[in-house]
């Protein structure tokens, strides 16, 4: 006998919350609060109910567990932003695709981490894949190329905040800006180069112009989407 699919936070109805009780709005900005401040790791379901005030069995009348949470938590972030202005042209809309995921990212640094999985199938995060998809078909008729052109814009810039995210928290961490972290190594990186064995190293530091992260997220774009332009005979 075929076991019954759990149930879904998005085809559970939602109680009414007591008398001045929060209710799962309240209790996802909460978990929100928490995890842009210190972390996923620091979001639990006692923790959170313990913000607002509540105990933690009235979160769980709303909301069944901690993965429960995270699904809405990521849904949440998701409408944050309207949805990008497609103008036909699937260079522009694949841009600006890109362009709000990172922005969404950046605010959120524990984000990306949840975006890897499964997805969450909210009413936000079907909003914003049904736009990229239309952004996507501009590009190609043919779902299975737009579904794989998505997923590589995805990736790209899910690896460009995550570098950017971690030369944050590198400052964070030590405590010393970039300007600072460059000045203290720029002794022994003087000696390196002195050595004269690493002759590409001392070109890149010596002549490679340094660009903001802005930048380089621009010419990274680009450069994906010239390739999907040539991959897809565009």
């Known amino acids: 006998m075929t076991e019954p699919a759990p149930s879904s936070v998005w085809t559970r109805p939602r109680p009414e919350p007591r008398r001045r009780a929060p209710g799962v709005d309240q209790y996802v900005a909460a978990a929100l ?8 790791a620091a979001v639990s379901m006692r923790r959170v109910a313990s913000d607002l005030g509540s105990g933690t069995a009235t979160l769980y ?17 998701q409408g944050e932003d309207p949805l990008p202005e497609l ?3 699937w260079r522009a809309g694949l841009a600006a695709v890109a362009h709000a995921t990172r922005a969404t990212l950046l605010r959120h640094p524990w984000l990306a981490g949840e975006l890897t999985g499964r997805p969450s199938f909210g009413p936000n995060w079907l909003r914003r894949s049904e736009s990229a998809m239309r952004a996507a078909v501009a590009l190609t008729p043919d ?36 300007e600072q972290w460059q000045r203290s190594v720029g002794p022994y990186i003087t000696e390196v180069l002195a050595a004269g064995e690493h002759p590409m190293i001392a070109r890149r530091v010596l002549e490679a112009e340094e660009l ?19 991959r897809s005979g565009r």
């Open 212 to 230: 903001d992260p802005d930048a380089e997220f621009t010419f990274g774009l680009e450069c994906v989407l010239d390739g999907l332009a040539a």
């Open 87 to 89: 103008a036909g042209d």
């Open 143 to 178: 779902m299975t190329l737009a579904t794989q052109a998505l997923g590589t814009l995805h990736a790209y810039v899910l690896g460009s905040v995550a570098t950017q995210q971690a030369a944050l928290r590198a400052e964070q961490r030590t405590g010393l800006t970039e």
């Open 61 to 77: 009348r709303y909301i069944t567990n901690r993965d429960e949470l995270v699904d809405l938590m990521v849904d949440a972030v």
């Open 33 to 40: 609060a928490v995890a842009d401040a210190e972390g996923m």
